[in-house]
Each structure stands twice: as structure tokens, then as C-alpha cells.
């Protein structure tokens, strides 16, 4: 059973930084599609970065040059690093992941079927 497990979360003030971390468990397919996704108190989820196994990204227009995703495939481990923090950016983040291709939108929460459990982040002013 695939597993997503999240940490990394905390609060900071603004300017400062932050890494997100998700290791998953529990899968053999040799493509996977992960992202952070986030979701601040009566908004909707949205997408914030996500890469595919081949290294290729995408990244929402709020967070470019200040957020880069990565990933770790020896230890099958997903990061965010998270830089110059905004107060706009707190929110309850959650890494997800998909083995289903094409992914033709992947900032669109509705192609992952896999789901972390979420970490808050908090940027204060």
C-alpha cells in the first residue's frame, strides 16, 4: 500500500526558510509524478510545485524563484525548499503523488490519487 509521509513544517518569520520533506512507501512502478500542493483556511487546494521521474517540473506563478522541488529516487524522497517566505505562503501543505500518465496539468490536485497526511507552515510578519 503506497504511504506518504511529510515533515519539515514549522513557523518562521517572513524572509526566512523552510524544507518540506515526503518519503513514500509501499510502491514498484518505475514512474511516478509527486507534488506539493497547499491549503490556506477558506481557500482551495492548489498546486505549488510538482516534478515528474524524469526531472522535469512545474511550479505555480507565486512561487518561482522562490521555491525549488526536488527529488531523492535512491530514498524515493520528495523536498520543497521553501526560500524568502511570504506571510501569504502559511497554509496546510501536502505532498502527493500519482503513477497514472500523461499527466497533462500536474499543478491540478485532481490527477494524484496518493495523498500525504499535510504539514503546516506559518509565516508570520
Known amino acids: 500500500q503506497v504511504q506518504l509521509v511529510e515533515s519539515g513544517g514549522g513557523s518562521v518569520q517572513a524572509g526566512g526558510s523552510l524544507r518540506l520533506s515526503c518519503t513514500v512507501y509501499g510502491y514498484a512502478y518505475s514512474r511516478i509524478c509527486m507534488g506539493w500542493f497547499r491549503q490556506a483556511p477558506g481557500k482551495e487546494r492548489e498546486g505549488v510545485a510538482t516534478i515528474d521521474s524524469d526531472g522535469s517540473t512545474s511550479y505555480a506563478d507565486s512561487v518561482k524563484g522562490r521555491f525549488t522541488i526536488s527529488q531523492d529516487n535512491a530514498k524515493r524522497t520528495l523536498y520543497l525548499q521553501m526560500n524568502s517566505l511570504k506571510p501569504e505562503d502559511t497554509a496546510m501543505y501536502y505532498c502527493?503523488?500519482?503513477?497514472?500518465?500523461?499527466?497533462?496539468?500536474?499543478?491540478?490536485?485532481?490527477?494524484?490519487?496518493?495523498w500525504g497526511q499535510g504539514t503546516q507552515v506559518t509565516v508570520s510578519s
Open positions: 502527493a503523488a500519482t503513477f497514472r500518465f500523461p499527466v497533462v496539468a500536474p499543478l491540478k490536485s485532481s490527477y494524484y490519487n496518493y
